[in-house]
Structure formats: C-alpha cells, structure tokens
C-alpha cells in the first residue's frame, strides 16, 4: 500500500522568502510523485512530477522539488514566495500499477503568503 | 488543452433525495476518477474507470455508484444523500499509461440539508 504525508497543514512565509512543503511518501515499488496546487474554488492542477528520470524536477511557477530515495522525501520549494502562491498545495504517490494507475493524496497544506 | 467540466459548481439536496453528479471531459482519456475532498483529509478517491462499462471501487465507495456508458462521460450517483455526504467533490481524467497526469475538472460543492 502506498502513503503520503504532508507534514504541517499550514505553513505561513513572508512574500520574497523561501516556501518549503514537505512531503515524504510510502511505497512498496519505486513511485511516481507528484505535487499539485489548489486555488480558491478550483480544481487541482499539476505543479511538478517524478517518474523515475532527474531527481530534481522542475514545475510550474518557479516551483521544484527534489526526489530523495534515502529520505523517502518529495519536497516542495521556491526561492522567493509571491503573493499568488497562496493556495493549497498537496503530494500525491502512484506505484504505476493496476488499470487506472491510482494516486493516493496527501491531506494538503495550505500557504500562506503575508506581506 | 484538456477539458474537465463539472454539470454543477455548487449543489444543494435534501437527504433521501438521489443525486447525480456529471462529469465530461474532451481529451478522448480512457481513465475517469471521482474524489471527495474534505478539510484535513485531502482527497480520497470514491470509484474509478478504465474503460467504458468498467469501473472498480476507491477507497471510500459506501452509498456511491457510478456509471460510465460513454468514454467521455463518467458519473457519480448517491443512491440516497445524506448529510455525511456534504462535501467538494472532484472528478480527474488520465491518459492510460502510468506516469500520466490526472487532469481535474473545477469540483460540485454538494450540500445535502
């Protein structure tokens, strides 16, 4: 069974300073990762993923976030937070198996960004 | 680009009442999924589909159903609503093959009185 955890449901920076999401999964087969963002009353959209290829993955937004197998770690970062990175951002693992390729979500946290 | 729609952005039932939720995608994408968001629990998948007539249970599937007749059409039924299943409801299609991205659409806010 695959797991996610997202530590700290809130998180709270000041704009320009540095964002980081933490988020270590749990998988019995080498995962595929992702981060998504949410914005108010909307769907989710993909910031970022691993599939096996670089460590470091680049995203959207200036966004990355580094696969670290020892750790068994899929941070989130940015150097310097804008005011539109407020949102609600959450990690998700797949194990690539089974008909649909399922994703198991992390429960989210949400970014604050404050002047 | 995909296109995920949603039939509703904001529902409200009685309990007992029988509710549909659509959801259409245009990307031809043989994998559907419906999820239920709450505050602190993330996103928890309810049914999925690979394929049209297929459909296999997620993780919390009690007092849902769903139905998939047309590949771009996948939806979710509460049999009877109840207040429990207040909530953001999110549906997600994907390409078939593993490291694709699940697309979502905007999400119904279902409210059942």
């Known amino acids: 069974a695959q797991s996610v955890t997202q530590l700290g449901s809130h998180v709270s920076v000041s704009e320009g300073a540095l964002v980081l999401l933490r988020c270590n999964y749990s998988?019995?087969?080498?995962?595929?990762l992702f981060w998504y963002v949410q914005y108010p009353n909307q769907g989710l959209q993909l910031l970022l993923k691993?599939?096996?290829?670089?460590?470091l993955v680049k995203g959207i937004n200036g966004f990355e976030a580094e696969f670290k197998k020892s750790e068994t770690s899929f941070h989130l970062t940015k150097p310097s937070a804008h005011m539109s990175d407020a949102a609600e951002y959450f990690c998700?693992?797949?194990?690539?198996?089974?008909?649909?390729?399922?994703?198991?979500f992390g429960t989210g946290t949400q970014l604050k960004v404050e002047l | 680009d995909v296109k995920v729609t949603q039939s509703s952005r904001y529902l409200v039932k009685r309990t007992g009442e029988k509710v549909f939720l659509e959801c259409v995608q245009d990307?031809?994408?043989?994998?559907m999924f419906w999820y239920r968001q709450d505050p602190g629990l993330g996103l928890r998948l309810i049914y999925f589909?690979?394929?049209?007539?297929?459909?296999e249970k997620g993780d919390i599937p009690e007092g849902y159903s769903v139905s998939r007749e047309k590949k771009e059409r996948f939806s979710l039924i509460l049999e009877s609503a109840s207040t429990n299943q207040t909530s953001m409801y999110l549906c997600?299609?994907?390409?078939?093959?593993?490291?694709?991205?699940?697309?979502f659409g905007p999400g119904t806010r279902l409210t059942v009185l």
């Open positions: 997600a299609t994907k390409k078939l093959g593993s490291t694709d991205t699940q697309y």
């Open positions: 998700a693992v797949s194990d690539g198996t089974g008909g649909g390729n399922k994703l198991t």
């Open positions: 990307m031809d994408h043989e994998n």
């Open positions: 589909s690979y394929d049209v007539k297929m459909k």
């Open positions: 691993y599939t096996s290829a670089a460590t």
């Open positions: 998988s019995s087969v080498p995962p595929y």
